[in-house]
C-alpha cells in the first residue's frame, strides 16, 4: 500500500510539473511575441490553408496580449490540476487530443482570412473531459467532480459557444468535443489495460 501511495505522489507530481512546464511556455512565448510586435501571431491557425497547417500546434501556446494570456491562464490551471493529479502522461495525452480536435476543426470551419490563436480551445477540452469523464470510467468520484465542473463552468462554457467578434466559438466547440473523445479513448484504454492484467493473473488470483 505504501508502495502504490508513493507511486500515486509521484505520478501527481510529475503531472504538477507538467502542467508548470505548459504553462511556462505559453508566457515565454507570449514575452518573445510582445517583444517582436506579435509577429508570431501569424503563425496560428489559418483556415483551409496547408502551408499553415503547423499552426494547429503553434495555436494554443500563441495569444493576442498579455490579457488574453492570463485569462487562459487562470481556467487552464484551474481545470488542468485536475487533470494532472492522473499523472503527466494523461495531462499531455488530454492535451493532445484536445489541441488536435479544437485546432483541426478550427482549420476547417473558420471563416477564411482570419488567425486562430489561443488556448481557450484547450480550456473547453479539460471543461468536457473533466464532465464527461466520470460516465465513461463509472467511476463516483470521478462523476462527481464532473458535476461540480459543470456547475462552475457550465454557464461560461455555453455563454462562450455563442458567436461573439474576435472570439473563435469554432476553437471553443471543437476543444469541447475533443475532451469528450479524451475522455472516451482514455477510458478505454485503461480498461482495456485492466484487463490484459487481470488476465495474466493465475485463475485463483482473479
Request: overall charge neutral; glycine content about 12%; aromatic content about 8%.
Amino acid at each position: 500500500m505504501k508502495d502504490q501511495a508513493r507511486e500515486r505522489y509521484a505520478a501527481q507530481v510529475d503531472g504538477l510539473r507538467a502542467l508548470g512546464a505548459l504553462v511556462a511556455v505559453m508566457w515565454s512565448v507570449e514575452l518573445v511575441n510582445a517583444l517582436d510586435g506579435y509577429r508570431l501571431d501569424k503563425d496560428g491557425i489559418v483556415p483551409r490553408n496547408v502551408s499553415h497547417l503547423d499552426g494547429i500546434v503553434f495555436a494554443p501556446f500563441l495569444h493576442e496580449s498579455f490579457s488574453h494570456l492570463l485569462g487562459n491562464t487562470v481556467p487552464f490551471v484551474i481545470l488542468g490540476l485536475a487533470v494532472a493529479l492522473a499523472g503527466a502522461g494523461r495531462l499531455l495525452l488530454v492535451t493532445l487530443i484536445v489541441a488536435l480536435v479544437s485546432g483541426l476543426g478550427v482549420w476547417l470551419t473558420s471563416p477564411s482570412g482570419t488567425v486562430t490563436v489561443g488556448a481557450s480551445g484547450v480550456v473547453f477540452g479539460y471543461a468536457t473531459y473533466l464532465i464527461s469523464r466520470g460516465l465513461f470510467d463509472r467511476r463516483v468520484g470521478e462523476v462527481l467532480l464532473g458535476i461540480v465542473v459543470l456547475l462552475l463552468f457550465g454557464g461560461a462554457l455555453i455563454s462562450d459557444l455563442i458567436p461573439h467578434t474576435g472570439i473563435s466559438w469554432e476553437a471553443h466547440l471543437f476543444g469541447g468535443i475533443g475532451g469528450v473523445i479524451a475522455a472516451a479513448v482514455l477510458a478505454r484504454r485503461a480498461r482495456e489495460t485492466a484487463s490484459a492484467g487481470a488476465a495474466s493473473l493465475p485463475a485463483s488470483l482473479r
